[in-house]
């Protein structure tokens, strides 16, 4: 299994849940991966594994992804030692839910902030090493929630509805690039972010999943895999539900 | 080469104008440097000077004599 042999990744949020998950079967495939989080070392001792294990290169950047000016040294360093940049995974997001009427702005900046605004950074900063070579792939991760709303969600969900936009407008203004741009929007994965609406909630929504279990990072990093891969070359501009047909 | 004649290469070779051109040039102020040939300049001189440019100065990067003031932020000295 080698589909991502040599090509050149970013993936952000690599520390635990999906992200982590989509760094190991990147790295898997052969990828070399550029793998971000925000706790200094956290990823070091993994990073080492997985290139052991699979003989691929890990490298490890510390970056929160509000922060532009460290984000664009990482582009820098990326341009420097590799050269080229030719899947970014834009994973990093948070989750917090309020109802209408306990909306506050310190709660949309805190959500529109990761979500939304460093995404959009990220992907004017792979354009620059993506346009150069004239090819690429961006992978943003939407949300079942962005497309069909959420009770309980009206910030989260637009915030996943603005990555779905985003995806949309970037792949029609790079496709002359040969740079795609699609979105996956995942239904219910069990990760920390989805067991943190409470146990309760969790059974309540399993029952609402046709094919009768929650997703694994798993499942969405295989479809990370495959729209990084040049087994997607005339795929863009998609937001690709990966979802057991949930209903929210 | 100095870096000056480097700096008016990527703009002649990039918008296709002539150096008697480049005095006075400025954003938007001949078809070819237009918003798409914006970023083609701004990607020339990237390569050229091996910078990255922050968004805020390609926004303000408005004229031929703005981006030598802007190049002088990256240590670039025209
Ligand atoms: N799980 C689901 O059911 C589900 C469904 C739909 C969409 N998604 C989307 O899928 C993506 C991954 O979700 P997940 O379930 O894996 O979430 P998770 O388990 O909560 O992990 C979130 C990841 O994002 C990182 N992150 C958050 N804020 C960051 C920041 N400011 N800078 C850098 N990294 C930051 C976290 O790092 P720290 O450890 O440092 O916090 C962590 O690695 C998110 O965009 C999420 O919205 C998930």
Redesign the interface.
């Known amino acids: 299994m080698d589909i991502l042999k040599d090509k050149v990744a970013l993936i952000t949020g690599c520390n635990r849940g999906i992200g982590k998950e989509i760094l190991y079967r990147f790295a898997q495939e052969g990828a070399v991966v550029y793998s971000v989080a925000r706790v200094e070392g956290s990823l070091d001792k993994s990073a080492k594994e997985l290139s052991e294990k699979f003989g691929s290169k890990i490298i490890p950047l510390y970056f929160d992804v509000r922060e532009t000016d460290k984000a ?1 040294d990482a ?2 360093n990326i ?1 420097k030692q590799s050269g080229r940049l030719d899947i970014l995974v834009n994973n990093a997001g948070v989750m917090k839910d309020a109802l209408i009427g306990m909306i506050d702005k310190p709660l949309m900046k805190d959500i529109f902030d990761v979500n939304v605004f460093a995404v959009i950074n990220m992907i ?2 792979a354009y ?1 090493l993506m ?2 070579q004239k090819s690429g792939s961006i992978i943003n991760l939407s949300s079942i929630v962005g497309i069909e709303g959420n009770a309980g969600q009206m910030v989260y969900s637009a915030s996943k509805g603005a990555v779905a936009a985003l995806t949309k407008t970037s792949a029609k203004e790079l496709a002359p690039l040969n740079i795609r741009v699609n979105a996956i929007a995942p239904g219910m994965i069990d990760t920390d972010m989805f067991r943190s609406i409470g146990e309760e909630k969790v059974e309540e929504h399993l029952s609402n999943i046709k094919i009768g279990r929650l997703g694994t990072p798993t499942d969405i990093a295989n479809a990370a895999v495959f729209l990084g891969s040049d087994l997607s070359s005339y795929i863009t501009g998609q937001i690709l539900g990966v979802d057991g047909e949930a209903l929210v | 080469m100095t870096n000056l004649e480097k700096y008016n290469k990527t703009f002649t070779e990039t918008l296709g104008i002539s150096e008697d051109e480049l005095q006075g040039l400025e954003y938007q102020g001949i078809s070819q440097w237009d918003s798409v040939g914006h ?1 083609g300049l701004v ?1 020339a001189i ?2 050229e000077f091996d910078i ?1 440019m ?2 805020d100065d390609i926004i303000d990067f408005s004229s031929y004599e703005k981006g030598k003031e802007i190049l002088k932020k990256y240590d670039v000295e025209l």
């Open positions: 664009k582009l820098i341009k004017q900063l620059k346009s150069r | 970023m990607s990237e390569d990255m922050d968004t």
